[in-house]
């Protein structure tokens, strides 16, 4: 699992964490019931403490992101598929709102921002 830490980010250690696999998890990239690192490996692998692994997975469980099983390990959990679309909707929703007052903040017309997302969507 690729985990990048910034040191340099405001944003704390486990919330890059969570940031992250959350992100994986949307995007398919870790798998439903598809095994996650132990916190103490993934503590020693991000070379951070297992107390900041470890808050990071419980908030990811609180989320339903993963579960844990005891003695056998920490799972992504088993979406349902109408439910992980909506999360995504939602992601995308609020980016698009950002995107909206940055845009009003430099009297961008709706038709200058149709053209630049027609623009960017094409290119990506």
Do not use: C, H, W
Request: charged share 35%.
């Amino acid at each position: 699992m690729d985990i990048i830490i910034s040191n340099s980010s405001e944003e704390p250690i486990y919330e890059q964490i969570v940031r992250q696999i959350k992100e994986a998890i949307l995007k398919g990239e870790l798998e439903e019931r598809e095994l996650l690192p132990s916190i103490r490996n993934l503590a020693k692998e991000l070379q951070i403490s297992v107390i900041t692994t470890k808050r990071a997975y419980d908030e990811l469980e609180k989320e339903g992101f993963i579960t844990t099983i005891p003695g056998k390990g920490t799972y992504v959990a088993a979406q349902n598929k109408e439910l992980m679309r909506e999360k995504r909707l939602k992601i995308v929703e609020e980016k698009l709102v950002e995107a909206i007052i940055a845009a009003k903040a430099v009297n961008l017309s709706l038709e200058e921002i149709k053209e630049m997302l027609e623009i960017l969507y094409k290119e990506v």
